[in-house]
Nanobody, 123 residues
Framework: QVQLVESGGGLVQAGGSLRLSCAAS????????MVWFRQAPGKDREFVAG????????YYVASVKGRFTISRDNAKKTGYLQMNSLKPEDTAVYYC????????????????WGQGTQVTVSS
């Protein structure tokens, strides 16, 4: 079993940066792929980025590629999402999740979820 807690969200101006953290508990954190989703008001929760259990392989949705970087530190049992060049369209609640795949685009493919952290990007 894995428990996840996100932090690091906040208010930032367009063009700015934020670093989100996802702190995990559980003995087998490194065996799970980790992903980030986001959900804006009135919209579906959407996939943003994924990383393999080892941290070697990463995958990004086209809209954030080149701006966001997903990483993890298994020794610290923590995942990260570094967000640069933020746009107002990035405003959403960001969630980390863990499961058996890093490529799944569907919410139901992941077994464990954090509570979410709000990211607001002003114009």
């Amino acid at each position: 079993q894995v428990q996840l807690v996100e932090s690091g969200g906040g208010l930032v101006q367009a063009g700015g940066s934020l670093r989100l953290s996802c702190a995990a508990s559980g003995r087998t954190f490194s065996t799970y792929a980790m992903v980030w989703f986001r959900q804006a008001p009135g919209k579906d929760r959407e996939f943003v980025a994924g990383i393999s259990g080892s941290g070697i392989t990463t995958y990004y949705v086209a809209s954030v590629k080149g701006r966001f970087t997903i990483s993890r530190d298994n020794a610290k049992k923590t995942g990260y999402l570094q967000m640069n060049s933020l746009k107002p369209e990035d405003t959403a609640v960001y969630y980390c999740a863990a499961g058996v795949t890093m490529y799944g685009r569907t919410r139901t493919e992941y077994d464990y979820w954090g509570q979410g952290t709000q990211v607001t990007v002003s114009s």
